[in-house]
């Protein structure tokens, strides 16, 4: 995770339009949070329209003891993004193109794509691309509440294995399916 956090910094600081004066935001995803991931973005002014938005999660719990349930939902997300603002950078309305890359190791949650699988423990990896439309509310001088929603296509490889502590490989396998690539309610605080 580390490197996708230095690939990011260096991509932000090739801009040499941008220096740290105009807009920089650091946010948070109320949405995300809910599902008990800790996350943090950061959004930066590329232009008076244009902003470039990073984002990542990570899930480390496993969500009971008992052994023969195995009930986790453990992954990691970083998700980048650009941004046109139909009036100024991070207030109003927002058009972008987004995508997401994930690892994961979930056992026993329903994954609405794949029949049976609250009974089973998937490990492997995600990504997709997809378009999101959002919105900016500027609540002060330095915070903002943001709404988005975002919709394209997750391709995803995984392992199966029978849902229980060091269950046994069962079968590989990947899909494609159509849906959410982002959701979220977000406070954000601003740098200038």
């Avoid at 002014?45 to 003891?65: C, I």
């Avoid at 941004?83 to 991070?90: E, T």
């Avoid at 391709?155 to 590989?172: H, I, L, M, P």
């Amino acid at each position: 995770m580390k490197r996708y956090i230095i690939i990011a910094l260096v991509f932000l600081l090739s801009f040499p339009s941008v220096s740290w004066a105009q807009k920089f935001g650091v946010k948070t995803n109320l949405a995300y949070w809910a599902t008990t991931t800790p996350n943090l973005g950061v959004e930066v002014a590329l232009g008076p329209r244009v902003t470039f938005h990073l984002s990542g999660g990570y899930n480390p719990w496993t969500l009971n003891d008992d052994p023969a349930v195995n009930m986790k939902m453990k992954h990691f997300l970083v998700s980048p993004e650009f941004r046109y603002w139909f009036c100024n950078s991070f207030q109003g309305h927002f058009m972008g193109i987004n995508s997401n890359y994930a690892e994961f190791n979930v056992g026993a949650i329903p994954i609405p794509t794949i029949d049976g699988s609250e009974n089973r423990r998937y490990e492997g990896w995600a990504a997709a691309a997809g378009l999101t439309y959002g919105y900016s509310w500027i609540l002060g001088k330095r915070w903002n509440l943001e709404a988005t929603i975002g919709l394209g296509c997750w391709y995803t490889e995984y392992d199966a294995f029978e849902n229980r502590k060091c269950g046994q490989f069962q079968s590989s396998g990947s899909q494609i399916a159509f849906g959410p690539t982002r959701v979220g309610l977000s406070f954000i605080y601003m740098i200038k």
